[in-house]
Every structure is written in structure tokens, then in C-alpha cells.
């Protein structure tokens, strides 16, 4: 089979994602220069250095790599993936805020190992499933082992505690087993026991609680709990049809928390307006039906359903953002793919994106 060109169409999504991103990042942080030029620096360097100058190298040298090889380094790079995240634990290596233990620091670099986590489960669940596809077994060899691999991830994750990251996972995991054929009874028993589980963890887990209570009644708490929820709104709400124009934004200063980060949907909102909310959120659409498209006309079942958990993983991640800061879902602290400050998340995605744009050159015309 001749190779073919990458889906430049993919490509140019891609493309215009991560230069809105940009261009609304560049004046969200202005937020934070306000308060502390030291603070805006080194946003400023991790996102350039760490996301788009490891990220636009690892890109390149997906982009080169045949796909087989992330099949065959499968399990090494997984159990790399586990080693690395849990290692946030250790003494002078790990780094916490807030409470939280999601970082590791080695000189001036600090980065969120979780964001490897999710690459690495992704590649490695679609090995599996390709290497099972022909035992007809479902529960045994599919069902089984992603409750496993599930069971491992929850233990740290939990710990750290990052709730959302392992979200984002299951739905994913439980997603890739969809397209790989496994009967619809499984997938349906899988999925209302994943939100059990999950109103179980919400019953014990006190923040949970105050994030369901909070999503419930946006208005219960508007100095606490409930303040980014209400100044999102407000941010958008100002923003109208039109925006009130591109660095405008008068909530990155001093009310909206993280405008850089979790906050940067809210920021757009109030800039670009209704207009530019509805073009991103349009745009992240046409992402994730080229991206299924490239992943059916893949050349088999490892590819497919690598690009297809990695397309799945980037636009719940980014609807799960874009809904929390709408109200529509409860707030999770996800970044915004392509757009949020986070280094490791960017330089992540972009490898990934490399690899889809790898798979496509091989694209097969289906009937």
C-alpha cells in the first residue's frame, strides 16, 4: 500500500486550535503580570519551552516514527507512565500546592506526570485490545483487564488526589472498548458501575461534595466554593455576541482564579464573545469527527483505536473544562487542550497529535 500524504485538513484544525489558544493565553496571563511579573515569566517559559518547544520536537519525531513502534514499546511505556506519576510521592522530588501531589521538580523544571499517564494508558490499552481482538471472551480478556489497569490508576491518583485526571481515563478506556467491538451489555454494565463508584467517592470524599453541591446551587457560596463558577459566568455573560475585544478582558484582573489555566474558556468568552465561544467550540467538533474519520480508515485495529483514544481523550478533556466553567458540569480544574497554561499537557498532546497525523498517511478509502 502507497503512503500517503498526512490529513492536512486534521492538521489545519490543529493548527488554528493552538493559535486561538495562544493568543487568548498571551492575554489571560496579562492577569497574572498585574499581580506578579516574576509569576508571568515562568508561565510564560513553561508553555513556550516545555509545551511547544519539547512538544513541536516530540511532534516532528512522531510525526516520523511508524506507528507499530508505539505497539511494540507498549508496556514499558505504561509501566514507565505508573512509575513516573507515583513517584510524586517521594520525598524532595515530588512538589505539592495546595494540598495537592500532582508535580515533580527537577531544578527550575516542574511538570504533572499524570499528563504521561493518560499517553501511556492509551497506547497501552489499544495494544491489548488489538493483541486480544480474537478471543471471544470479552469479560475475561477485555472487561477484566481495563477494570485492572483502572483499579492500579484509581490507587494513585486517589492519593494525590486527582479525581478528575482518572476520569478522564475511564471514560476514555471505556470508550476504546466501544470501538473495539465489545458487546454493547458490557459496555452498559461497565458504565453504570463506573458511576456508582463514582457517587460512592463523591459520598466520602468531602471537596467532591462541595463541587456537586456547588454545581447544584451556583449561588450557595459566591465568596467560597462558588466564587469561579460565579465569575465565569460573569466573564461570559459580559463578553455578549461580539466580546468586548481581544485583550480586553476586564475578570482576568483580580476575579477570575487560574484565567490562565481552568479559567481561560471564561476569559474567550469575555473577549471574542458568543461568537468566538460557539467558532472554538465548533472547531474542537470538526477535531474530533476528522480525528474518528482518520482512526475508520486506519490500516488496523491497533491504529484505530490509538487515534480514536486519543482524539476521545483531547475533546472530553476539553468539553469537561468548557461545560464546568458554563455551569453545565461540576467545576474539575481540567485545562483546556491546546489553550490552558500546562507545559506537560501541551508537549503531551502535541506528540499525540504527531502520531494521528503519522497513522493518516497510511489512511485506507473505505466503501
Do not use: C
Request: aromatic residues 14%; without cysteine; proline residues 4%.
Amino acid at each position: 500500500m502507497r503512503e500517503k500524504k498526512i490529513d492536512r485538513f486534521f492538521l489545519i484544525i490543529v493548527f488554528l486550535l493552538i493559535f486561538i489558544g495562544t493568543a487568548i493565553f498571551i492575554s489571560a496571563s496579562l492577569g497574572i503580570f498585574a499581580k506578579n511579573e516574576g509569576t508571568f515569566y515562568s508561565v510564560l517559559i513553561s508553555q513556550l519551552i516545555l509545551g511547544f518547544g519539547f512538544g513541536g520536537i516530540g511532534m516532528y519525531f512522531a510525526l516520523k516514527i511508524d506507528y507499530k513502534f508505539w505497539r511494540k514499546y507498549s508496556f514499558y511505556i505504561f509501566l514507565g507512565s505508573i512509575l513516573l506519576t507515583a513517584a510524586v510521592f517521594i520525598p524532595y522530588l515530588g512538589w505539592s500546592h495546595l494540598g495537592a501531589e500532582r508535580w515533580i521538580q527537577l531544578g527550575p523544571l516542574r511538570f504533572q506526570p499524570v499528563e504521561i499517564l493518560k499517553f501511556g494508558f492509551v497506547i497501552y490499552f489499544a495494544a491489548w485490545l488489538s493483541w486480544t481482538k480474537n478471543r471471544n471472551q470479552d469479560f475475561k480478556f477485555k472487561i477484566l483487564p481495563l477494570i485492572a489497569l483502572l483499579t492500579i490508576i484509581a490507587f494513585i491518583l486517589f492519593n494525590q488526589p486527582d479525581t478528575k485526571s482518572f476520569i478522564l481515563i475511564a471514560i476514555t478506556g471505556i470508550s476504546m472498548l466501544f470501538i473495539s467491538g465489545v458487546s454493547i451489555k458490557y459496555i452498559t454494565l461497565l458504565g453504570v458501575g463506573s458511576i456508582f463508584a463514582l457517587g460512592i467517592l463523591v459520598f466520602f470524599t468531602p471537596y467532591l461534595q462541595e463541587r456537586v453541591k456547588t454545581f447544584i446551587d451556583p449561588s450557595q457560596d459566591p465568596r467560597g466554593s462558588s466564587y469561579q463558577i460565579q465569575q465565569s459566568l460573569i466573564a461570559i455573560g459580559s463578553g455578549g455576541i461580539l466580546g468586548r475585544g481581544y485583550g480586553q478582558s476586564i475578570q482576568k484582573f483580580s476575579y477570575l482564579p487560574e484565567p490562565q489555566g481552568d479559567s481561560i474558556f471564561a476569559v474567550l468568552g469575555e473577549e471574542l464573545g458568543f461568537i468566538g465561544s460557539v467558532t472554538v467550540i465548533i472547531l474542537y467538533l470538526l477535531f474530533v469527527l476528522r480525528g474518528l474519520r482518520i482512526a475508520n480508515n486506519s490500516p488496523d485495529l491497533f491504529s484505530r483505536l490509538l487515534v480514536s483514544g486519543i482524539v476521545i481523550l483531547i475533546i472530553a478533556q476539553s468539553f469537561m473544562n468548557i461545560a464546568s466553567i458554563t455551569g453545565v458540569f461540576p467545576l474539575t480544574g481540567v485545562p483546556l487542550v491546546f489553550m490552558s497554561h500546562g507545559g506537560t499537557s501541551l508537549m503531551i498532546y502535541l506528540i499525540a497529535i504527531g502520531i494521528v497525523l503519522q497513522i493518516s498517511k497510511h489512511q485506507q478509502s473505505r466503501p
